[in-house]
């Protein structure tokens, strides 16, 4: 009874937390979220916490979390596209690093300290286009020089 109640917690978090990406302009891709502030992100990780730490010790290990994100692979028939679960799963791994447990004040760093990142302007919000901004630097850096334009070389000055 207890997994099922932590696969429908994970589920309705991910149901929840994807449903501003499914809106937005038609054609879009990337996938649009609204505007989160700083204090949405907080109450965001409050809510993963305790639906991974369930056990309610105060600490999320990495066998508990991964035991959440194989109930809500399985609840929503695999994780086609990398979404939902998928998502979930690299975020944790980025979290974790080689932690094997983390506590709630830790896991609220990590996901501060990303949102923080995110916020360019440093207003306590991440807007769409700081979101698209992000999503654009990372796919040319995984573009590597393909992505760049190659420099040009200067104009020789006549003599």
């Known amino acids: ?11 309705a978090a991910m149901v ?3 449903a501003g990406a499914q809106q937005g302009p038609a054609g879009d891709r990337g996938g649009w979220m609204k505007d989160q502030t700083r204090q ?16 309610k010790d105060g600490t999320v290990t ?19 596209d990398g979404r939902g679960a998928g998502r979930m799963q690299r975020m ?4 974790f690093g080689t ?11 990590q996901i501060l300290a990303r949102f923080d990142a995110a916020d360019l302007n440093h207003d306590g919000t991440v807007t769409v286009a700081e979101r698209q901004q992000l999503r654009s630097e990372r796919q040319a850096a995984r573009g590597g020089a393909a992505a ?5 070389a200067a104009p020789a000055k006549p003599q």
């Open 92 to 95: 944790l791994d980025t979290a």
């Open 40 to 55: 949405e992100a907080q109450q965001r990780a409050d809510m993963m916490f305790q639906m991974l730490d369930t056990n």
């Open 1 to 11: 009874m207890t997994k099922l109640l932590v696969t429908a917690a994970i589920g």
């Open 62 to 80: 990495k066998a508990e979390a991964q035991e959440a994100i194989t109930q809500l692979q399985a609840a929503r028939g695999g994780d086609q």
């Open 16 to 18: 929840a937390t994807s």
């Open 148 to 152: 760049a334009p190659a420099p040009q």
């Open 99 to 109: 932690a094997q447990s983390l506590t709630r004040p830790q896991f609220d760093a």
